[in-house]
């Protein structure tokens, strides 16, 4: 027996250390998830800080958010209206590419545009706070530094992500009119008769909610990166890389989940 | 007052305090010195409730820091002003906003005159008038050092920490950033505690000066006595000093 357990311990020990450690991070994670939306509901509540995060995270995302939805919008046009060409069924391209804008493409290409810009920006920022002791700072100022790093980004992020969804199905729809209609010749009456035929209320509201549900993860994981960063630049570094992967795959699994769930109740 | 007794923290399983006592009088200057990695720092950071002991209490006016709930240890630390090695001011503040942080955070004062008004008294206090609108990018290790100390005794706290306020400044600026303490204390009556490696230092400012260990306290005592000590760690670190300092003079 002694010899099976000598045999096997180098295989199952470090596998087995890996569990502990990523099941110890999660629940430092979730905690952290926690406090934050406990401070949410105490005084002082930072106005101020919440609407300077929202500017950062949505009103200056706005350019890169229109740059490539007009452009994703626009190529997957393209291509559906190849594909559907085989089969003349062109004037689909319209109502094919809103229902994936609103339902997936929309809110999951905001949130990975966002993970780009503003959360690799919050996990940098406030790893670079951490390791020169400006959190430290604030503890010692009396100052919890959940609610006033936290907090504001978390709840920016939240309300900013579904109306830079909304932005970006709008301009997407844009990209795919402009090829549907001047570079496929798609007849503009069949074109939107069929988008606002197939595309309801439920698909762009089911988008919001899940913009809304990434924003809270995103900007919860990156908060949670920068918090835990040590080791001086190249700590920031390692852990902004992190917040960024760790957001972005977030993003796709739970994209899977959501859309399963919304499918099932919301969307007959 | 601040007693700690029995104090043990280790971090990954590495001890680095293991047991410290040490008792800080009221309205005095206390130096704790010590090697690098001693667990100076470490120690500092237990007496404002950074850190958490594995064991042991730190009692500050008679209240037991490890018995405060999150809220209360928040608001526990307002009697505390801290002075961080590397200044830990914020980057993206002036240095105006800086010293103003903390007023405007505890609404203590509504009128942005009369924060003006104060931070600016505050700043003159350091030496600094005249550099409100600088960014911390903009300033010396020494400027940096004398906006964190402003920035906190700008709540006029019971307590102050230093920690290594004179580490990696030229000599003049060590000597005026000692006089600063001497200054401090003597115009707010507050109690201090430097954390320093510098021995010269400590003689200048302290009442008391404590020498920690291998995370223990082993020797404590006035400055005279301290110089005096036979404890031949503290004979090694004094003259180890003494030796720098007459090579220097030579």
Redesign the interface.
Known sequence: MDRVLNLISPIFTPFGAFIIEKTRSLGHWVVFCGEAIAWTFRP?FRTAQLFRQMEFVGVRSTGIIALTAFFSGAVFALQIGKVYGLFNMEIMVGATVGLSLTREIGPVFAALMVIARVCSSMAAEIGTMRV???I??L??????PIQFLVVPRLWASVFMLPLLTVLYNFVGIIGAYFVGIYVLHIPEGPFMTKLYYYVDGDDFISGLVKAAIFGFFISLISCYEGFTTTGGAEGVGRKTTRAVVISSVCVLVMDYFLTSWILEYFIR | MIEITELYKSFNGQPILRGVNLTIPRGKITVIIGPSGCGKTVLLRHIIGLLKPDRGKVVVDGTDLSRLGRLELNEFRKRFGMLFQSAALFDSLTVFENVAFPLREHKLLKDEDKIASLVREKLKLVGLEGAEEKMPSELSGGMKKRVGLARAIVLTPQILLYDEPVTGLDPIMSVAIDNLILSMQQALKITSVVISHDIESALRVADQIAMIDKGKIIECGEPKAFHQSQNPTVRAFLSAAGAAVSKGDS
């Open positions: 002082p020169t002791e400006q430290d700072a503890e010692t100022m009396a100052v919890d």
